[in-house]
């Protein structure tokens, strides 16, 4: 019956078998080809979900031929309609733009960088307490020495709003970190780094070894060799 209504034109339909074949459930195989090609259905009907979803397909190659160009369009037409997982992924496509694309099948120019639109859309999301967008925005702008300088205090925020919003989120966490560590926008605060380190240390192998070199020389905790190396036993 799920067939069936897909089939007659039933978005809801489409999206619920494309999600199916994606992730095999429901007794249905995973396949991709398959939940690309629902997606693509859907998205052609202008269901912004749907767009995002075939775009993200077409930038990884899952289930159609890869094309970031080809991505970035089907992610910027449901981006239009203020999704705002596509708003994100839109916005680091933009951060560091697209090569060219030439096959056969397709020639695409370079898509130049645009890293005033790209910040200025997570500026907008994070001021609306966003915290994907938040995480993204500190990432971005920790990514680039320049930017990094240049908006310090504004990546220290965002970073501390999305550790608040998502606490036990793994990049936004170790994000976090690195700037309270490094002192970047503020004072230095290795122990609130350690801290929210320790939060993260059995779920993430990077936190566990920046423990362990904290605890190798005793950074703002007691030195502890032993724990060192285990930390970096559990890491490996």
Request: charged letters at 25%; hydrophobic letters at 45%; one cysteine or more.
């Amino acid at each position: 019956p799920l067939l069936e209504a897909a089939r007659a034109g039933d978005i809801s339909s489409q999206l619920k078998l494309a999600d199916q074949y994606f992730f095999g459930k429901n007794s249905r195989k995973s396949n991709l080809v398959l939940a690309a090609y629902w997606f693509k259905k859907a998205a052609d009907a202008g269901n912004a979900k749907a767009q995002f979803n075939y775009g993200v397909c077409c930038l990884k190659g899952w289930g159609v031929h890869s094309s970031p160009q080809t991505g970035f369009y089907w992610i910027s037409k449901a981006a239009s309609q203020q999704l705002e997982e596509a708003l994100i992924m839109q916005s680091e496509l933009l951060f560091r733009g697209l090569p060219a694309e030439n096959d056969p099948r397709r020639n695409y120019p370079a898509m130049s960088a645009d890293v005033a639109k790209s910040l200025a859309i997570l500026r907008k999301l994070a001021a609306k307490k966003s915290p994907a967008a938040a995480k993204t925005l500190a990432r971005l702008l920790l990514s680039d020495p320049e930017l990094r300088q240049k908006n310090a205090a504004e990546l220290r925020k965002n970073s501390a709003a999305a550790v608040r919003m998502l606490p036990l989120d793994v990049e936004a966490v170790l994000i976090h970190a690195t700037i309270l560590q490094n002192g970047i926008g503020g004072v230095t605060d290795t122990k609130e780094a350690v801290r929210l380190l320790h939060t993260i240390e059995n779920i993430s192998p990077e936190a566990m070894a920046r423990l362990s070199e904290i605890y190798e020389y005793g950074f703002s905790v007691p030195q502890d060799k032993d724990k060192a190396l285990m930390l970096c036993r559990r890491a490996a």
